[in-house]
């Protein structure tokens, strides 16, 4: 399934799967220059590999983490039916350059008797938070772990999870990280679909159903651009593209100010539209920036 | 009041006060090898001095933080009264042969939206996460912080604090912190009052009666010495002698499985006699290990 053909291990890509290869291994790279961390799920897309590029360019080392984190999973969610596809992510990896890849086993990185977590604030609470409680408790103690399990200089994160990358950001401020946090714009396909690890669960009709999220997005950045700056005006034609044309179930809709999860009630200063939303069995989130 | 006399600021002893000084430094430190963090709340008496001590032992370099922490105080405790003397503890340290002290100010330590914590677990739950709610929640927050802060190989902490040294043990070992934790004994009066900055709060009476502690915990040991392993019967006997003899108001003694916050009900393998009480207005905890 995969585009890429690669052939038995070699120098250039090393794969670790332990905690203990993963320190054997450290201080060698280290000693090359700065390192980048691209924390992944696996699954990857054409997004997370242009977080590795962006990692390439910014650092001497790229190590890219596969790890399908179940403590940002909440009961009922995908954890279980989550892609999981490691030789095609390391074909994919080692085409683009990457020097390693720490791939762990769920021991491995949560042992036995395992009970702290990051309590995450207010920049945790709405949206994706209100949805998914427990989500974003689960996102920052794996990110915190990963970034004292793999010390990087710094980490590269994707736009699409926008609320993710405040809360990582907040984090890394409160708790005095030091990694730099690098955001990367959303990569579309060609159609505009934000890309996905789980776009792979929809099907051919909900596929075409899911265009309505890039269009809602657009439709607000136009009619903010022709002078609709009233937020419950745009957030409402936002929302009806998503339910009409989509026939999605929308779990929220909102416009808040760039680089913060505070709604506005006027786009006077650039803002960010946040939406979220199931087609069919599947929760598709994206965002959109606008007024800037 | 302190022993010793200290003349200007010498290149022995580093002061360094704010982030930024700190981290101008560290690459200094770093270079020089190992490097060993003893966290403080200032007030520094022996307990404190031997932390130091086995430091210099084991380290290159030693670093001392002075910070009075609030968030690990809970409303209505001692934060404001706690006792201060940065002059004082620089001249205990100088003496000590300590190379720098970390004494940053609130805002520097907790900037402006801090919002991030730790959130502890079970073994935070009884006896002083019982009596003081939220306290570990802040110990852990501000010891996570500072050993990013102040990235060390190994840190020092007090077994009179017992429990503080299992919960950032647990912290340590879940979030994969590339430090050790080093505890080393409780350091008592000749009398055996176990040192502590609050024993400053004492009145002469009260000086007194907090003998009770730490014979209610030699009494402990004499009578697991002698056979008495019901751990009911331990606790009763300990508890008397902390309200008799002591006219101590006792908040919890407790008998759990050395390294470990798990009540007993027999002493058949080592195990550790906690206690809590307010002698007046001071509250006092004490521990010893029996049975071993």
Same mark, same amino acid.
């Given at each position: 399934?995969?585009?890429?053909?690669?052939?038995?291990?070699?120098?250039?890509?090393?794969?670790?799967?332990?905690?203990?290869?993963?320190?054997?291994?450290?201080?060698?790279?280290?000693?090359?220059? #700065?390192?980048?961390?691209?924390?992944?799920?696996?699954? /990857?897309?054409?997004?997370?590999?242009?977080?590795?590029?962006?990692?390439?360019? =910014? $650092? &001497?080392?790229?190590?890219?983490?596969?790890?399908?984190?179940?403590? @940002?999973?909440?009961?009922?969610?995908?954890? @279980?039916?989550?892609?999981?596809?490691?030789?095609?992510?390391?074909?994919?990896?080692? #085409?683009?350059?990457?020097?390693?890849?720490?791939?762990?086993?769920?021991?491995?990185?949560?042992?036995?008797?395992? *009970?702290?977590?990051?309590?995450?604030?207010?920049? =945790?609470?709405?949206? *994706?938070?209100? $949805?998914?409680?427990?989500?974003?408790?689960?996102?920052?103690?794996?990110?915190?772990?990963?970034?004292?399990?793999?010390?990087?200089?710094?980490?590269?994160?994707?736009?699409?999870?926008?609320?993710?990358?405040?809360?990582?950001?907040?984090?890394?401020?409160?708790?005095?990280?030091?990694?730099?946090?690098?955001? $990367?714009?959303?990569?579309?396909?060609?159609?505009?679909?934000?890309?996905?690890?789980?776009? #792979?669960?929809?099907?051919?009709?909900?596929?075409?159903?899911?265009?309505? /999220?890039?269009?809602?997005?657009?439709?607000?950045? @136009?009619?903010?651009?022709?002078?609709?700056?009233?937020?419950?005006?745009?957030?409402? =034609?936002?929302?009806?593209? /998503? &339910? *009409?044309?989509?026939?999605?179930?929308?779990?929220?809709? &909102?416009?808040?100010?760039?680089?913060?999860?505070?709604?506005?009630? /006027?786009?006077?200063?650039?803002?960010?539209? $946040?939406?979220?939303?199931?087609?069919? =069995?599947?929760?598709?989130?994206?965002?959109?920036?606008?007024?800037?």
């Amino acid at each position: 399934m995969t585009p890429f053909s690669y052939g038995p291990m070699t120098e250039s890509l090393r794969l670790v799967q332990s905690r203990e290869d993963l320190n054997t291994n450290w201080s060698e790279l280290r000693a090359r220059g #700065a390192i980048g961390l691209v924390p992944t799920m696996g699954a /990857l897309h054409e997004g997370h590999l242009q977080l590795v590029d962006a990692s390439r360019r =910014a $650092c &001497e080392t790229t190590v890219v983490t596969i790890f399908v984190n179940p403590t @940002q999973f909440g009961p009922g969610e995908d954890l @279980q039916r989550y892609p999981r596809d490691l030789d095609g992510d390391l074909a994919k990896l080692r #085409a683009r350059g990457v020097d390693m890849v720490f791939a762990p086993s769920l021991v491995d990185v949560y042992r036995p008797g395992h *009970e702290t977590f990051v309590e995450v604030g207010p920049v =945790a609470a709405p949206m *994706e938070g209100a $949805c998914r409680p427990g989500h974003f408790r689960g996102v920052a103690t794996i990110v915190l772990k990963l970034f004292q399990l793999a010390p990087a200089d710094k980490a590269f994160f994707g736009r699409k999870d926008y609320q993710q990358t405040l809360v990582i950001k907040q984090m890394v401020h409160d708790f005095d990280l030091r990694i730099g946090i690098e955001v $990367c714009p959303i990569v579309r396909e060609d159609d505009g679909l934000a890309m996905s690890s789980r776009n #792979a669960y929809l099907d051919r009709d909900e596929r075409q159903r899911a265009l309505s /999220l890039w269009r809602g997005l657009q439709l607000a950045e @136009q009619m903010c651009a022709a002078g609709h700056r009233d937020a419950a005006e745009l957030k409402a =034609a936002v929302r009806r593209e /998503l &339910e *009409e044309s989509g026939r999605a179930e929308v779990e929220y809709v &909102e416009i808040v100010r760039d680089g913060t999860v505070s709604p506005v009630t /006027l786009v006077d200063e650039p803002a960010v539209v $946040c939406i979220a939303v199931r087609i069919g =069995a599947t929760r598709l989130i994206d965002n959109h920036k606008i007024g800037s």
